[in-house]
């Protein structure tokens, strides 16, 4: 399936390179050294799971999880369920959440 326009807009906007590899034949929306992003706009609890998977095998120090601004309660749960510490953003970036 294609990416929708806000998701390619919100990867575009993330700091460092885009489509990533990383272990397990996956990708990461965009990586720079320090910095991981993943954009997820699914809103289901196992698509944001896999999101925070995929930030916990990128080894970066900041670990950023970017969804709408509706799924941000369920994205925060979903990374502690995973075990990753990091913050989930809104896609317009105005609000921010840390996950410690």
Known sequence: ?????????????????KEVPISGNRRLDSASPNTATEVERSGTPAGLKAAASRLQASRRSRKVLQVPN???????????????????????????????
Not at 78 to 95: C, E
């Open 70 to 100: 509706q799924d941000m309660e369920m994205a925060v749960v979903a990374m502690r369920k995973v075990g990753v510490k990091g913050s989930v953003k809104n896609m317009g970036g105005t609000k921010r959440r840390q996950v410690k």
């Open 1 to 17: 399936m294609s990416e929708s326009k806000s998701h390619k807009r919100a990867k575009g906007r993330a700091p460092g390179k």
